[in-house]
């Protein structure tokens, strides 16, 4: 049963980056500064896709630990 947390676990991490990410996309959008705004849209490219990867692995072993 304790696989079930680790299984749940990038879910987590996953919804988490996302919301870091908003946040550079935020810092991206209201910045006037172009460094800030490049540096700022690179962390949010970055993060967006560790996000998705994080939460895609985790849907997919908790689907598969619970239909499979």
């Given at each position: 049963?304790?696989?079930?947390?680790?299984?749940?676990?990038?879910?987590?991490?996953?919804?988490?980056?996302?919301?870091?990410?908003?946040?550079?996309?935020?810092a991206?959008?209201?910045?006037?500064?172009?460094?800030?705004?490049?540096?700022?849209?690179?962390?949010?490219?970055?993060?967006?896709?560790?996000?998705?990867?994080?939460?895609?692995?985790?849907?997919?072993?908790?689907?598969?630990?619970?239909?499979?």
């Amino acid at each position: 049963m304790w696989q079930v947390y680790l299984f749940i676990l990038p879910i987590g991490l996953g919804i988490m980056t996302l919301a870091a990410s908003l946040l550079f996309l935020f810092a991206y959008l209201v910045s006037d500064d172009n460094a800030t705004r490049l540096a700022g849209f690179n962390w949010f490219k970055r993060l967006i896709i560790v996000a998705f990867i994080l939460l895609s692995v985790g849907l997919f072993m908790t689907f598969g630990h619970f239909w499979g």
